[in-house]
């Protein structure tokens, strides 16, 4: 099992305007022998935060918890983010945590070190923010009160800003921040590598691109965009967003496409109604079907086969079908 250590901290503004935190904001970061050097290129943060002080707004006199928030991991990975949540609750220090795999806006999917969710819990954290101090992406604790001087995880009706925000400070945004591309999508002010263009919500958004296990490829535009704006097409299995969704009121799903929504539907069709030979379509109710005998010329023999109710009488009263012995049949000499 890798050990971690404590590795240098964000310069980030943001994490001193917090109050409580442990340490100032400790970036925790993988020794990486033997299999896991293979994974990790090089020593990156994988994760960013931990609370030392949550409050429980139900219970205002009782516990505070210990919380660590979301966790960043080189290429997504889901094994390094759960070694350092187990690193971390090994050591005792904490008392819960974001579960690996939930995306940033998930604002409740904390859980306590034995797994128990804590989804119900209204946290918020000391947070003393002033209009022209720069914001930077928080996770969990977006809605700022400043009467109070608090962050929540919560919408109570009481908060001014949303702290969902990258851009300049609470007065205004700062155009000229050189730095601002890689604070855009997360708190990745060590990040060296490369950055995308990402879209979320229709907000456009930079991200490393270590990092885009929240983003899926639409193929279609060329584009990145949040899981939460998407979907995977269930017939082509390609990505599209869901406001360009062609819907099915048959099948009751979404597609990316026409083609896909027609080939859909006629494999419900197939699976679900019944075929009518003689009409080439297929029909929902078996009520409005009979059944007559073809006669197939290459074998010399009759076979049972479907036709609309509809179309069985007008064919009879053209004299092209015909009732023989409690039978109808397209071939007089039956």
């Not at 601002?180 to 691109?209: F, L, M, N, R």
């Amino acid at each position: 099992m890798p050990s971690f250590s404590i590795g240098r901290s964000a310069q980030k503004s943001r994490f001193s305007l917090f109050g409580n935190i442990f340490p100032t904001s400790p970036l925790y970061e993988l020794y990486a022998p033997g299999f896991f050097f293979r994974r990790i290129r090089q020593r990156k943060p994988i994760s960013r935060i931990i609370f030392n002080t949550v409050h429980d707004a139900d219970e205002p006199e009782g516990k505070t918890w210990r919380l660590a928030e979301r966790q960043y991991a080189t290429d997504g990975s889901e094994i390094l983010k759960r070694c350092l949540v187990d690193a971390l609750v090994r050591g005792g220090h904490i008392d819960g945590y974001k579960k690996p795999g939930a995306d940033c806006h998930a604002l409740n999917a904390f859980v306590d070190i034995n797994e128990n969710s804590l989804g119900d819990k209204r946290f918020y954290v000391d947070c003393n923010l002033g209009g022209d101090d720069p914001l930077s992406w928080q996770d969990s604790f977006i809605y700022l009160d400043q009467d109070r001087n608090i962050a929540m995880n919560y919408d109570d009706g009481t908060y001014d800003y949303l702290l969902d925000t990258t851009d300049g400070s609470l007065w205004g945004s700062e155009d000229d921040d050189e730095e601002s591309v890689y604070y855009s999508w997360h708190d990745e002010d060590i990040y060296d590598g490369d950055v995308v263009t990402v879209y979320y919500h229709g907000q456009e958004y930079t991200c490393a691109e270590d990092y885009l296990d929240e983003f899926e490829y639409v193929e279609r535009i060329q584009e990145y965009h949040h899981h939460d704006d998407v979907f995977e097409c269930p017939i082509c299995h390609q990505f599209e967003l869901k406001s360009a969704a062609v819907h099915s009121d048959l099948t009751r799903m979404d597609f990316c496409c026409e083609d896909c929504r027609e080939k859909a539907e006629n494999n419900y069709k197939a699976v679900n109604w019944t075929y009518s030979h003689y009409d080439h379509i297929y029909v929902e109710s078996v009520t409005d079907i009979r059944v007559y005998n073809a006669w197939q010329e290459d074998t010399g023999a009759y076979v049972e086969q479907n036709i609309l109710v509809d179309t069985l009488i007008r064919e009879v009263l053209a004299g092209r079908m015909f009732y023989v012995a409690g039978q109808y049949s397209d071939r007089r000499a039956y």
